[in-house]
């Protein structure tokens, strides 16, 4: 089965956007899955749930990619995300 143009577009889009962010996390100091499973696990930074939870995040979203970084002396979650209308965006919510 062929994508639709429009779930291609989208698709090449959520891509470009996951490796622009790459780039920038890069620069930034990001854990690995280990210590992100660490961090949530002693209650350093809040479960990524409980973050999209807290930041009224609909539930139909679709989640590319993730990332904790420190920006600024604070913990953040970058999450690529790709919304039920095709719109790929990085969501910038703090961990703590």
Known sequence: MTPKPSA???LA????IALA?????????CLDKRQ??????SGQIMSLDA?????GIDGSVDILNVQVCDEGGRLVYII???????????LVLGAQ
């Open 51 to 55: 973050v999209l939870a807290s930041a």
């Open 80 to 90: 690529g995300v790709l919304s039920s209308d095709g719109a790929a965006q990085n």
């Open 36 to 41: 992100i499973q660490e961090a949530v696990s």
């Open 13 to 16: 889009l959520a891509l470009a």
């Open 21 to 29: 962010s790459t780039g920038t996390a890069s620069a930034q100091s």
């Open 8 to 10: 291609s577009i989208a």
